[in-house]
């Protein structure tokens, strides 16, 4: 699948830049384009200016609002992040057909921060526009959660984080959702902790795109998993993971190569649902599978390790987990010494932090409405306590 990934805000071009690491990787390692460009987008010059792979000409690196914001961000205002991308979403229409390999894009991906900025007010604005432009394409959402401490610290994060969500839902074909604090470290770093929840954000979509990309025919599966049957599985909320087992490599005789017992082909099926379980855990969202009305799941190991029996365990174990999912399943054969299995839940009915997000910013807009009236009123109660004063002027 070949994406072309538009970074918005200081979070979701800082993401975005991951996804220019996971195209050239894919070049290197099958010569082929996963990603057809990469642009970041954002009111603010400085954070523009930080980004390390995005390429460095302003066709890529879009500064909106200059008029506004003098290059220095609109804050936590989602409304302003918003009206800007009304005013210079063109600028962002325009740069984007100037991508090599524009015309070879499957689906376009927004990425943005929810906590409130540039990327959470101008995501559903440009979503609109690419729906409109480009009929026909699909355009996804990545959004990233703010941390619990960004919640603790301003409720004003829990807001904007609310109508980002509503707002993008509404426009977008599918919406992932990127829970930051699953990814934190408490041993590391701040600037270590972000740049690799970042990596690890985008790092399940590495097989899923090249999977259906690959040509020689040594690393086609016998179930490709292309484009088409990624687009049929995303729809609405969604979450994504990728999970791992290592397979042990010990000496053997050369007789034995190529061979192997009814215990090693056991524990190769157990290794392949530990695998699964491991993707289920590292989901980039906490959800409950059943809650899905979509499920698909790509597996990923040497071909001397990937048998009928593996994928049969696997389709059955998925099937008990996420029973109300239509679920689509490939293979991707290649080298290495792990099994790897990226799962994908799609067309969530209920997302518990979302429900959250939903009543804690609804609280928080009445508590507001309350303060604003409040403060209205001492206002005026002073300004009739000063009538009774001589003006000095």
Not at 138 to 165: D, G, K, Q, W
Not at 234 to 244: C, E, H, K, L, P
Request: charged share 25%.
């Amino acid at each position: 699948m070949r994406l072309l990934v538009i970074g918005l805000g200081q979070c979701g071009s800082r993401v975005a830049d991951e996804f220019v690491g996971l195209s050239k990787r894919a070049q290197q390692q099958w010569g082929t384009n996963i990603v057809t460009g990469t642009f970041a987008v954002n009111t603010d010059q400085t954070d523009l200016t930080g980004l390390n792979n995005i390429s460095s000409d302003y066709t890529h690196r879009i500064l909106i609002g200059g008029r506004k914001t003098w290059g220095h961000g609109v804050g936590k205002i989602n409304e302003m992040g918003a009206e800007l991308a009304r005013e210079d979403g063109d600028k962002v229409v325009d740069a984007i057909r100037t991508a090599p390999n524009f015309y070879q894009t499957h689906a376009f991906l927004l990425i943005a921060g929810a906590a409130g900025g540039t990327g959470s007010g101008a995501i559903s604005v440009i979503a609109q526009m690419l729906k409109e432009r480009y009929i026909g394409k699909p355009v996804y959402a990545l959004i990233v959660l703010p941390f619990e401490h960004e919640e603790m610290a301003e409720l004003r994060s829990v807001y904007n984080t609310a109508t980002c969500l509503k707002s993008i839902h509404s426009v977008a074909d599918g919406v992932f959702l990127a829970d930051n604090q699953r990814y934190v470290r408490k041993d590391a770093s701040l600037a270590m902790n972000l740049q690799r929840i970042n990596a690890t954000i985008v790092d399940p979509w590495y097989d899923l795109m090249c999977a259906g990309e690959i040509t020689k025919f040594k690393h086609v599966g016998a179930k490709t998993l292309d484009a088409g049957d990624i687009m049929q599985s995303i729809d609405g909320w969604t979450a994504i993971g990728v999970g791992r087992s290592g397979i042990p490599r010990g000496f053997r005789m050369p007789w034995h190569v190529g061979k192997s017992d009814f215990k090693e082909k056991g524990n190769e099926a157990l290794r392949a649902i530990q695998a699964m379980d491991a993707a289920v855990s590292e989901l980039s969202i906490g959800v409950s599978p059943e809650d899905a009305g979509r499920a698909l799941y790509l597996l990923s190991a040497p071909a001397g390790d990937m048998t009928m029996d593996i994928a049969k365990g696997l389709g059955d174990y998925l099937r008990e987990l996420a029973e109300n999912a239509v679920i689509r399943a490939g293979d991707f054969p290649r080298g290495g010494d792990t099994i790897e299995v990226t799962l994908i839940f799609s067309q969530l009915a209920f997302v518990q932090k979302i429900r959250d997000y939903y009543d804690r910013a609804s609280a928080f807009a009445v508590t507001q409405k309350d303060r604003i009236k409040e403060t209205t009123g001492r206002l005026r109660d002073m300004e009739d306590a000063a009538k009774g004063l001589p003006s000095l002027i």
